[in-house]
């Protein structure tokens, strides 16, 4: 049996349409992640799946219960953390965990084991209100509570956005540490480069999946001639170089260009064509998975 | 005229008894794409808010377009662009109503904000929005606007905080596009950012840590300085050191 299996939902508010016909399965034990910029209807799928939300098409199942028929056995097996900071700011972090493992009827020394190595960086400013955190204790103390009951699914809605590259870091490794310990992860985030944290991710936009796979495969997937090229004045590079023959795309892509060429492509040619272009430097390069996200939100 | 458009020596702000900008110094050359990257809590937000004008240091010195960032922070409101992915423009105003707002706000005259509005909007293909709601636009409208809005007044330096957050990629390059443009055309880009491949896309980057600038180079420079693969890697070494809590 999976974690969570949805079937075919669709969720429209007035005329958007939020989510549009998704299917997808997470196995027990998987850390999944949902990649994806805002619009892409993944709030509103953490939504139906924590059963704050009832889907207009479709089903969906969390640990073998209905999202819809069993709400109550839903709650109480599953942790969600939503994007916005959603504690009670008044109350102390230590009052805050008291307070949701009391809702949850579970002892904070029960589950102590568990949400310990998270906690323990936390604890020091146990009397501390949540309101006063930082963004990354504030992330902490919102983890902790998400797990306080010992859930066997855990949903956390863009943990990562607005946090630095290192907190970013820290809290993937947290989140493999829960996924050891038998915790199904679904977590959603718009950094392309945090997919590789995952053992499964959907891309999504627009309500739609584009496609899923493990990181591996869908950069595999990736078939098109992909070469960066660089020279001196970027701007006028990329100007230049969509103007070659062969040349489908050129896009920025960091310090370099990314070009997508066809058959009808030549590397020499292509030196060539753009001879007086200064500092001109042309290779093959490897695909991630930004480019594959650009090449499916193109078909 | 002066290399520099922004140019501070010793810049430090004081909150009571915590320092949140200890003497930072740099200078960001004319044109130039320059990144300001820093962790949560390393007073990046404390420095650009001085350089925009809209607190004064505690002690230091230093010009932005000209104008003292000690005494002149009205001046330098008036004269940069500012523009953030959280606030830019009014969703329930149309899209000429917003560039109306914004050129009233920098003291552009009636005449003068009829004429560039309709430049911006001919430039952008928007001509056919003049009269849509902001709030109905597709996000990658709303940035591109965003962004003319912000230099709607032609400021010598625009200043942008965080701009991409939530994007899709598509979007986000053409936004970099735009800014590549307006770089080309002579605008110098300040910019904040945590998607650490965007830093790779600037001239220079510094680097905040625990209130100090602790590194400013190129990006390939940085990544020879620390022998690091990318700029993340760069920005980890650095920040990993941090002595603040957060």
């Known amino acids: ?299 | 005229m002066n290399d520099y458009i922004i140019s501070v020596r010793e810049l430090t702000k004081c909150f009571g008894d915590f320092t949140a900008v200890n003497r930072i110094s740099f200078d960001v050359r004319r044109g130039e794409i320059f990144g300001f990257l820093g962790a949560n809590g390393a007073g990046k937000t404390t420095a650009m808010r001085m350089l925009c004008g809209l607190s004064y240091p505690t002690s230091g010195s230093g010009t932005v377009a000209g104008w003292d960032v000690m005494r002149e922070g009205e001046q330098i409101k008036r004269h940069i662009g500012y523009m953030s992915q959280r606030f830019s423009l009014y969703n329930d105003l149309t899209v000429w109503e917003n560039i109306r707002l914004f050129a009233g706000i920098y003291g552009l005259s009636k005449t003068e904000t009829e004429r560039r509005a309709t430049e911006t909007l001919e430039r952008l293909n928007f001509s056919s929005e003049r009269n849509t709601l902001v709030g109905s636009l597709p996000l990658g409208w709303k940035q591109k606007l965003s962004f003319a809005v912000a230099t709607i007044h032609r400021p010598e330096v625009v200043f942008l905080d965080e701009p991409t957050g939530g994007v899709d990629p598509i979007t986000r390059r053409q936004f970099w596009e735009m800014i590549y443009e307006a770089a080309d055309g002579g605008t110098t880009i300040f910019v904040t950012t945590h998607y650490m491949d965007e830093a790779e896309y600037c001239s220079r980057v510094s680097i905040m840590v625990d209130g100090e600038v602790r590194a400013l180079d190129t990006p390939a420079r940085l990544k020879e300085q620390f022998a690091a693969e990318s700029m993340d890697e760069v920005f980890r070494i650095l920040a990993r050191g941090a002595k603040r809590g957060e």
């Not at chain 1, 969720?11 to 949902?34: M, N, P, Q, T």
């Not at chain 1, 960086?121 to 983890?143: D, H, N, T, V």
């Not at chain 1, 990181?215 to 006028?236: C, E, H, K, W």
């Open chain 1, 1 to 299: 049996m999976s974690a969570i299996k949805v079937e075919n939902i669709s969720k429209s508010f007035g005329k958007v349409k939020a989510l549009d016909g998704i299917s997808f399965e997470v196995e027990r034990g998987e850390l999944f992640g949902l990649i994806g910029p805002d619009g892409a209807g993944k709030t509103t799928l953490f939504r139906l799946l924590t059963t704050l939300l009832n889907p207009d098409e479709g089903r969906a199942e969390v640990d073998g219960f209905d999202i819809v028929k069993d709400y109550h056995a839903i709650r109480e097996r599953v942790g969600y953390m939503p994007g916005r900071f959603s504690l009670y700011q008044d109350l102390t972090v230590e009052e805050n965990l008291n307070f949701f493992a009391a809702l949850f009827g579970v002892n904070v020394e029960d589950s102590y084991d568990l949400v310990a190595p998270i906690y323990r960086q936390i604890e020091p400013f146990k009397k501390r209100r949540a309101g006063k955190l930082s963004g990354g204790m504030k992330q902490k103390l919102a983890l902790s509570c998400a797990l306080i009951h010992r859930p066997s699914v855990l949903f956390l809605d863009e943990p990562t956005t607005g946090v630095d590259a290192v907190s970013r870091c820290e809290f993937w490794d947290m989140l493999s540490d829960l996924k050891q310990r038998g915790i199904t992860i679904l977590v959603s985030t718009p950094y392309m480069d945090e997919a590789s944290r995952c053992d499964r991710v959907a891309l999504c936009n627009e309500g739609r999946i584009l496609c899923i796979d493990t990181p591996t495969d869908i950069v595999a997937g990736f078939d098109t001639p992909l070469y960066s090229v660089r020279a001196d004045n970027m701007y006028q590079l990329l100007l230049s170089a969509r103007g070659c023959r062969g040349v489908v795309e050129c896009y920025p892509f960091g310090e370099i260009h990314h070009l997508i060429a066809d058959r009808e492509f030549d590397i020499e040619q292509f030196k060539a064509k753009l001879a007086d272009v200064r500092g001109l430097c042309i290779e093959p390069a490897e695909p991630t998975i930004e480019d594959m996200f650009i090449k499916l939100m193109k078909q």
